[in-house]
């Protein structure tokens, strides 16, 4: 089964989002795995972003999503990576459509709401950045043969 990482960034902590965020995953039919409000380091943030160091924006990237608490999220579903980057919308909430998180709630570029890994492979590697394997639960839920 497919696991994705999540995070809803400081603009939709400070926004009070995590709940309505949170909720359109588990009404998806997802499973959540593993979560925690945390405070980025400016080291793990740059790991985080490494693809995007030659960026003029990058500097701007560390800055915000250090400067509050993340919401960090491990999900499993069938699809998952995809399907939640669906869910998200466009990068840019000017483009993103209209019922997706971003187009739903962002206004501008930096501000976002929501990261979500891009591929398996990132997925992969963002996991072990944010989380500890003990700190993913393994499990399935009752109604998983009704999704
Ligand atoms: P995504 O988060 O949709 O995977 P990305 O990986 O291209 O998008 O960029 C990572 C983040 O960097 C993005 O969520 C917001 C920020 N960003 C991207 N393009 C930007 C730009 N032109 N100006 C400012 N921030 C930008
Ligand atoms: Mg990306």
Do not use: C
Not at 8 to 20: A, F, T
Not at 48 to 67: M, N, Q
């Amino acid at each position: 089964m497919e696991r994705t990482y999540l995070m809803i960034k400081p603009d939709g902590v400070q926004r009070n989002l995590i709940g309505e965020v949170v909720s359109r995953f588990e009404k998806k039919g997802f499973t959540l795995v593993g979560a925690k409000l945390m405070t980025v380091t400016k080291e793990i943030a740059e790991t985080h972003y490494a693809e995007h160091k030659e960026r003029p924006f990058f500097g701007e990237l560390v800055d915000f999503i250090t400067s509050g608490p993340v919401f960090a999220m491990v999900w499993e579903g069938e699809n998952v990576i995809s399907t939640a980057r669906t869910m998200m919308g466009s990068t840019n909430p000017a483009d993103a459509a209209p019922g997706t998180i971003r187009g739903d709630f962002g206004v501008q570029v930096a501000m976002n709401v929501i990261h979500g890994s891009d591929s398996p492979e990132s997925a992969k590697r963002e996991i072990a950045i944010f989380f500890n394997e003990n700190e993913l639960n393994n499990y399935e839920k009752a109604v998983s043969k009704w999704v």
